[in-house]
T-cell receptor, first 117, second 112 residues
Framework: NAGVTQTPKFQVLKTGQSMTLQCAQD?????MYWYRQDPGMGLRLIYY???????DKGEVPNGYNVSRLNKREFSLRLESAAPSQTSVYFC????????????????FGPGTRLTVT | SQQGEEDPQALSIQEGENATMNCSYK?????LQWYRQNSGRGLVHLIL?????REKHSGRLRVTLDTSKKSSSLLITASRAADTASYFC????????????FGAGTRLFVKA
């Protein structure tokens, strides 16, 4: 099992350019997440998807869009990149029990290092 | 604002010593999780403690949870240089899906 994979690993964009970060998991998890991590900081949730076909905003959704393409894949799109979006982006997946209202451990990808000049 | 807040922000100890990190949160939780991040890598899950548990052990890790004080602590005993990493606590708010919140982390440096 590959776990959670992310592409690309590194990317440099000019202000105003667009790009899509790809994420895929092979653990059959229902829930998937996109986070950003700025230097010396914790992770901030951008968007999450509780199950295939649903997406919701996290703490810092402005400037981003997401697509839950199928159960395996969850992509993050920057339509018009800004220097403030320079960060490391992590995708994660997990199981959750809505009935028990309990979130289980998250599995993280290796991250995408994005620089916007 | 972030729900989980860790302290200290940074901790430097000698190999063999114990390291204690604390986490505070603001709302009710079903569980609290601790993660570790080596420099430049993704996070790795360490341990999950449920709201009805007070203490949990996993190898050299000991986690406590005090729901009345909305706080948790992570103790790493007999630390090793390989424990050098950042440690984060995480909680989740259920709003139809789980909105996860991570603290800013404690950066642990273990000197050999």
């Amino acid at each position: 099992n590959a776990g959670v994979t992310q592409t690309p690993k590194f990317q440099v964009l000019k202000t105003g350019q667009s790009m899509t970060l790809q994420c895929a998991q092979d653990m059959n998890h229902n829930s998937m997440y996109w986070y950003r991590q700025d230097p010396g900081m914790g992770l901030r949730l951008i968007y999450y998807s509780a199950s295939e076909g649903t997406t919701d905003k996290g703490e810092v959704p402005n400037g981003y869009n997401v697509s839950r393409l199928n159960k395996r894949e969850f992509s993050l799109r920057l339509e018009s990149a800004a220097p403030s979006q320079t960060s490391v982006y992590f995708c994660a997946s997990s199981e959750a029990s809505a009935g028990a209202m309990e979130l289980y451990e998250q599995y993280f990808g290796p991250g995408t290092r994005l620089t916007v000049t | 604002s972030q729900q989980g807040e860790e302290d200290p922000q940074a901790l430097s100890i000698q190999e063999g010593e114990n390291a204690t990190m604390n986490c505070s949160y603001k709302t009710s939780i079903n569980n609290l999780q601790w993660y570790r991040q080596n420099s430049g890598r993704g996070l790795v899950h360490l341990i999950l403690i449920r709201s009805n548990e007070r203490e949990k052990h996993s190898g050299r890790l000991r986690v406590t949870l005090d729901t009345s004080k909305k706080s948790s602590s992570l103790l790493i005993t007999a630390s090793r240089a390989a424990d050098t990493a950042s440690y984060f606590c995480a909680t989740a708010l259920y709003t139809g899906g789980f909105k996860t919140i991570f603290g800013a982390g404690t950066r642990l440096f273990v000197k050999a």
